[in-house]
């Protein structure tokens, strides 16, 4: 039997959906995920998780039509600065995964100001893993190893993981994925190898507390075994 995840990471999927489900526009539903996504936080860390990682925006959704990703760049300012007061209430460390290509001056401001004014809290982490793909995360984890001057031989596990970014967060013991998909879609890799999976078929708007607690209890009746 497991104990409480010590990182649980979510994949936010179906809020496209749930707006046409709905009847409503699809910006609607982008900001029912982000309004889901403060209270699932909120409730994981108050479970007892130490490090929550969010799926918010891959370096796939590029792809998507220009006015949704500015609407999706509008509500990631809404988080780093309007909801800053709710995270400090809450004494929650924020912390940005991804990378700033393609980014507004702003936004890598915004994210940067954010990570300062949370950074000594130590009542739980939250990773907002925005403009993120896990296989570009290990590559330029492979570049740095290269730029740092290691031989072939020294580069191994030890040495990628430590130049990921932000190396300090720990591996993901439980990936949850909303919306009936099955798959991790890039999300945490590296940190995801020996994770436990939960796919859940409700739209991620949707999510509540109570689905947080089911998700710790359905994890705790799991054992790990991490390849043994």
Request: net charge neutral; hydrophobic share 40%.
């Amino acid at each position: 039997m497991a104990d409480v995840p010590n990182h649980i990471g979510y994949i936010i999927d179906g809020n496209r959906r749930w707006a046409k489900q709905h009847g409503l526009p699809v910006y609607e539903g982008h900001l029912a995920g982000y309004n889901a996504i403060k209270e699932v936080i909120k409730a994981t860390i108050k479970a007892g998780v130490n490090f929550v990682s969010i799926y918010a925006f891959s370096t796939e959704n590029w792809k998507r039509a220009t006015d949704e990703v500015g609407n999706l760049m509008g509500l990631a300012h809404k988080l780093a600065v309007t909801d800053l007061k709710e995270l400090v209430e809450n004494e929650i460390k924020v912390r940005f995964l991804g990378s700033n290509k393609g980014l507004s001056k702003q936004i890598v401001e915004d994210m940067a100001a954010t990570e300062a004014k949370t950074a000594h809290f130590t009542r739980g982490t939250v990773a907002i893993c925005f403009n993120y793909g896990g296989q570009q995360e290990i590559a330029e984890a492979a570049r740095k190893c290269v730029k740092d001057g290691l031989k072939p031989e020294e580069i191994n596990t030890q040495a990628i993981a430590e130049r990921l970014y932000s190396p300090d967060i720990p591996p993901v013991d439980l990936v949850v994925r909303t919306s009936g998909e099955q798959r991790l879609s890039n999300f945490m890799l590296w940190r995801a190898a020996y994770s436990e999976l939960i796919f859940l078929d409700k739209f991620w708007p949707d999510m509540t507390e109570s689905d947080v607690a089911d998700i710790i209890e359905e994890y705790k009746r799991r054992t790990r075994r991490f390849g043994k």
